[in-house]
Nanobody, 119 residues
Framework: QVQLVESGGGLVQPGGSLRLSCAAS????????MGWYRQAPGQQRELVAT???????NYADSVKGRFTISGDVAKNTVYLQMNSLKPEDTAVYYC?????????????WGEGTLVTVSS
């Protein structure tokens, strides 16, 4: 059983910064991609940023230039540095890991960490 554990959420003022962390534990499979998604109240879950095992990154347009994903997918850890936070960044942030074994892909999710941007 794979477990993804997020940490680092909290309350921050607009313009502030937070750093989220995600680490996998349990029976670890080989992850191909790890990343972060978020879900605001009443909204669908959306991609924030992802990182491949090879180190390639991808960002949602809304966070480009403000958020940075880092870590090492081969070591099952990923981080999200969030700068210049805006109230619209308020959401529950979920860590995700994707594993592709042959033709079979599996998604794993953390329980989420709440980020609130408010003055």
């Amino acid at each position: 059983q794979v477990q993804l554990v997020e940490s680092g959420g909290g309350l921050v003022q607009p313009g502030g910064s937070l750093r989220l962390s995600c680490a996998a534990s349990g029976i670890i499979t080989r992850f191909n991609v790890m990343g972060w998604y978020r879900q605001a109240p009443g909204q669908q879950r959306e991609l924030v940023a992802t990182m491949t095992r090879g180190g390639s990154t991808n960002y949602a347009d809304s966070v480009k230039g403000r958020f940075t994903i880092s870590g090492d997918v081969a070591k099952n850890t990923v981080y999200l540095q969030m700068n210049s936070l805006k109230p619209e960044d308020t959401a529950v942030y979920y860590c995700n890991a994707y594993s592709l074994m042959g033709d079979y892909g599996s998604d794993f999710w953390g329980e989420g960490t709440l980020v609130t941007v408010s003055s």
